[in-house]
Structure formats: C-alpha cells, structure tokens
C-alpha cells in the first residue's frame, strides 16, 4: 500500500472538486460525472505515484542519502517486476474510468470532442509515467512544475467543467491556475528538500538552480499568485463572500516556508500545503454558491 502513497490524493482531487464547485454554481453539476472524474483522478495520481517510485529507483535516486520517508522499492516490500505488473492494472483501470467519463458526459455522438478528451485522457496517463521513467523523463530535467501546473491545474479544472457543461469557460483559467501554482508549491518543497541527493543522483529540478533562500521566494511567488487568482475569480463573478479565507490559508503557508532554516525542514510543510490546497479547493467552492 506504501507505494500507491494514498496521503497524496488530497491534492490530487482538489482540482476536481473546484470543477465541481464551479459546475454547481452553474447549475450544471452532476453527481455521475463528479464521481468518474474522481476517480480517474485517483487513478492517475495512484499511477503517476508507482511510476515516480519505479522511476526514482532504477536511476538510484531513491538511496540511503534521501530526506524524505523510504519508498516501498527502496525497502525491499516490493519487486520492480511487481510494481510494473502493478502499474498495468492501474492504467487499465484508469482507461476504463476515463473513457466511462468521456462516454457518460458527452456520449457517443460528440465523436469529435470525445476523440479529443479520449487523447487527453491517454496525455495524462504518460505524463503521469514520463514524470521520473526512461531516459528523458521530464522530471530529471527541470518540467516536473510546468506538467503538474497545466495538468493538476488547467486541465483538471477546464477540462473537468467542460465535462459538466459541454463548453470552455474562460474565466475558470484563474481557479485553475491557483490550483496549478499551489500543486507545483508541493512539488517545489519536495525538491528543495531533495537538493543535496538529487544533485548527486543528476535529477535536474528548478530547485537544484537555487539557494534556500531563492527557493523560498520562489515558493511564496507560487502561493501568493495562487491567491490573486483565486481574489480575481471571486471579484469577477462577485462571489466575494468569504475571500479572506483563502488568503489566511496562503499566507500561513508563505509564513511557514519563510521560517525555514535547512532544506530538512521543508518535509513537514509537503503534507501542510497539501491538504491546504484541499481545504482551499473545498472553501472556494463553498464560497462561490453562496
């Protein structure tokens, strides 16, 4: 169970949540679909978990040197053969619940739209592989935000609503945006935390470019956008019940990395911003149907 690292689904849902938030406040909201999109969300996040874990381990970066808690490889409780068995019948499992999706929201008759989404679908499952396996995996070379901020992000909030409502609306960029950069401030605490071993390891991350103290300016850039887009949301479709919420939870959070002293101290504030986001996701799309 350790390597499907289920504590990571919070932030992996969230997304989905805002799309449903902003689907109901539409009056287009549909438990049905709510559900697929869930778990293919899941799904994905499982997958990508299994293959960060098989990733990291066969380039020897998942070693003795690392900060964070030992991964299920690098314990030995699991075999690499296992793990990819493993990761087969997740991806089958997440093309099943996709398609369903796709299926159930547009039906057979938006072939075209279907086709693109059915792409989509297959998009995000090999970003989900591609983040540490084979030789160009995009998270050795620095992309690890740009992917998790389009597909946490703008794909899962733009792409979900489209779901609900059979149209692109634009202004749930912003929302989508804010859920990207909060993601990607996950991802960014992990790596400064990881600095030392990936370095040695040749994972290349934004991180490794960058002192302690730029990467917490760089982190607090990440939330502090985050909250202007969710502020900028709410002012454009006056829904600005509540606002300051959301920016407490931020600027918790801008005050918590800032008092970081050593790279260590970045690991306990991963599964803080994590469910942050969650509670964020859950607030605004509370805060946007009053």
């Known amino acids: 169970m350790d390597a499907l690292r289920l504590r990571t689904l919070p932030l992996s849902i969230s997304g989905s949540i805002v799309a449903a938030g902003i689907a109901q406040s539409q009056r287009a909201f549909s438990w049905g679909i709510f ?8 799904f994905l996040q499982i997958l990508s978990n299994m293959a960060n874990d098989y990733g990291d381990f066969s380039k020897g970066t998942d070693n003795e040197n690392r900060v964070g808690p030992a991964r299920a490889l690098q314990r030995g409780e699991i075999t690499a053969r296992e793990l990819l068995i493993a990761m087969c ?12 999706l796709v299926i159930v929201s547009l039906g057979v008759k938006a072939l075209l739209v279907a086709g693109i989404f059915i792409l989509l679908g297959a998009g995000c ?25 389009l597909f946490f992000g703008l794909v ?23 859920i990207g950069l909060l993601s990607s401030g996950v991802l960014n605490l992990n790596n400064m935390r990881d600095v030392e071993n990936d370095k040695i390891s040749g994972k290349n991350t934004l991180a490794s470019h960058m002192s302690i103290r730029s990467g917490k300016i760089y982190q607090s850039v990440l939330i502090l956008l985050a909250m202007l887009c969710f502020g900028l949301y709410q002012k454009l479709t006056d829904s600005t019940q509540m606002w300051y919420l959301i920016s407490v939870i931020c600027l918790l959070n801008v005050y918590s990395t800032m008092e970081v002293k050593e790279r260590s101290g970045f690991d306990k504030y991963l599964k803080v911003l994590s ?5 964020i996701a859950i607030l605004f799309s509370v805060i946007i149907n009053l």
């Open 35 to 42: 559900i697929l999109i869930l778990l293919t969300a899941s």
């Open 125 to 149: 499952i090999l970003a989900a592989i591609k983040y540490t396996v084979g030789k160009k995996a995009y998270g050795y070379v620095g992309l690890g935000e740009v992917f998790v901020f």
């Open 275 to 279: 469910l942050s986001t969650f509670a």
């Open 89 to 100: 019948v997740v991806c089958a499992m997440c093309m099943v619940a996709g398609l369903t």
């Open 156 to 178: 899962s909030i733009t792409g979900g609503l489209f779901l609900y409502t059979g149209h692109f609306y634009a202004l749930s960029l912003l929302p989508g945006a804010a």
